[in-house]
């Protein structure tokens, strides 16, 4: 269905319908008004046959029909007239009604209108008995009938004017609301879109102007779904070229510089020997070995670092556990370090598969050195845990100085961003936070959940 189509439809219907309604409701103020008029006329007929009574019945009469007078007079009634009637002394014995008092907006409309009747309006009737009794009988035109008349109609047209106005609002609101629902699934579209959910996808929607809309979101969805699962393979792709390089690296550094060395300090153990009969020689060799010696150790810790695992064991499975309890006791057991490194590991570590487990020791290696080297910690807790669906939670937490903003961070260099980006390729979502509420240390916390990542079990 076309939206044009669909907004006209209804907004045609709604249109009828207030006509209709604008039409009722005239008809019914005009039978109103005929029959107020009608009763204003019966009125004026009674008091004609009343005056005519007062000269014509007999003199006991009189009293009842001046009385009857009064109330015509005094009702207000006949609608544009008014009555007066004096006696031939000139008192008054029958009187008009007197006004009634107007609200603040009837008075600041009657003073747009004529308040006294003007010249020719008052008609008199001289009644004369032949007991010689007289009667003087003024009719008056009433502004006041025609003033509250006119203010009526005016306010019954503003009203009608304003209910007409009320209800196209109401109904172009309901049109509009009618045809603009089905634009909330490409809401909620756009929503997963930006929280990267790219697998959802907008239903077939009613408006085709709309559903072209949608299919475009969805092919669009669907390209931007693509392209990232292709990143995330190119992603994974580097990273495993990234530990396989490291792996040479290592192995070339154990079997090329670390047999150098090894045999670089028999050399020097051997010079020792020989030369024990000249001390200053002898020193200069100790020094030698010690140089060997400090060189050894520097080499072990980059193997260490830039292969976990045993480089002369190829194929060996990551055992994440072991690797992640060597790397918490080797900053641990290292001098001038004053913070603890405490591990709260799930029994189900063994369980993943290299890749995955590799990445998370990668991702806690480069948090610890961050914790070490920039936070000024004196506590770091590395949580990795199992849940009941299979998720799987890691965290690292410190109570050091924390982060200004871990939006600059990531642009720094400390590690930040190559977690991030481990996290992501394992189509993991990280949260950067403070630890506590603290100004001085607020610390930082590291949270990463995967959702059923390959290799774990149950």
């Not at 039978?31 to 019945?57: C, N, P, T, Y």
């Not at 102007?209 to 393979?233: I, K, P």
């Not at 189900?348 to 914790?371: C, P």
Request: net charge negative.
């Amino acid at each position: 269905m076309d939206m044009s189509r669909f907004l006209m439809g209804r907004i045609a219907a709604v249109s009828a319908a207030m006509f209709l309604g604008a039409f009722v409701f005239a008809m019914w103020r005009a039978q109103f008004d005929v029959e107020h008029e009608g009763r204003g006329a019966a009125e004026v007929v009674r008091a004609f046959e009343l005056l005519s009574a007062l000269q014509e019945d007999d003199i006991d009469t009189l009293d009842g029909h001046l009385a009857a007078l009064r109330e015509i007079a005094g009702s207000g009634r006949m609608r544009h007239l008014q009555l007066r009637v004096a006696d031939v002394a000139g008192r008054e014995v029958v009187s008009p009604a007197p006004p009634e008092p107007l609200s603040l907006v009837e008075r600041a409309f009657v003073a747009m209108l004529p308040t006294e009747p003007g010249e020719g309006q008052a008609t008199t009737w001289v009644i004369r008995r032949d007991e010689g009794v007289r009667f003087v009988a003024t009719f008056m035109l009433n502004p006041v009938s025609e003033q509250d008349e006119a203010f009526e109609d005016t306010a019954s047209l503003l009203v009608m004017l304003f209910g007409y106005g009320v209800l196209t609002l109401a109904a172009i609101y309901w049109a509009l609301r009618r045809a603009l629902a089905p634009l909330q699934p490409i809401h909620v579209a756009i929503g997963h879109y930006q929280r990267a959910d790219y697998a959802w996808r907008v239903p077939a929607l009613s408006m085709r102007e709309l559903d072209a809309v949608g299919q475009s979101l969805n092919h669009m969805a669907g390209a931007l779904d693509e392209a990232q699962n292709v990143r995330r393979t190119l992603s994974l792709k580097l990273l495993t070229l990234q530990e396989d390089e490291r792996a040479r690296i290592a192995r070339e550094l154990h079997d090329e510089f670390g047999q150098v060395l090894t045999a670089m300090r028999a050399d020097a153990a051997w010079l020792a020997q020989q030369v024990g009969e000249r001390p200053d020689v002898q020193a200069v060799v100790r020094g030698f070995a010690d140089h060997c010696r400090r060189v050894h150790e520097d080499v072990r810790d980059l193997l260490r670092e830039l292969r976990p695992q045993d480089p002369r064991v190829e194929g060996e499975a990551v055992p994440l556990r072991r690797l992640l309890e060597d790397l918490a006791r080797s900053w641990n057991e290292r001098p001038g370090e004053g913070a603890r490194v405490e591990l709260h590991l799930d029994a189900a570590l063994d369980t993943f598969d290299d890749d995955f487990a590799l990445a998370l020791y990668r991702m806690t290696q480069e948090a610890l050195t961050n914790a070490m080297r920039h936070a000024a910690a004196t506590r770091v807790d590395v949580r990795i845990a199992v849940e009941a669906d299979g998720t799987v939670a890691w965290s690292v937490e410190d109570d050091g100085v924390g982060l200004d903003s871990a939006t600059r961070a990531m642009h720094r260099g400390n590690g930040l961003a190559g977690i991030s980006e481990r996290a992501w390729a394992h189509q993991g979502e990280i949260a950067i936070d403070a630890a506590r509420d603290d100004a001085g240390r607020p610390g930082l916390r590291l949270v990463a959940r995967f959702a059923r990542p390959g290799g774990v079990s149950g």
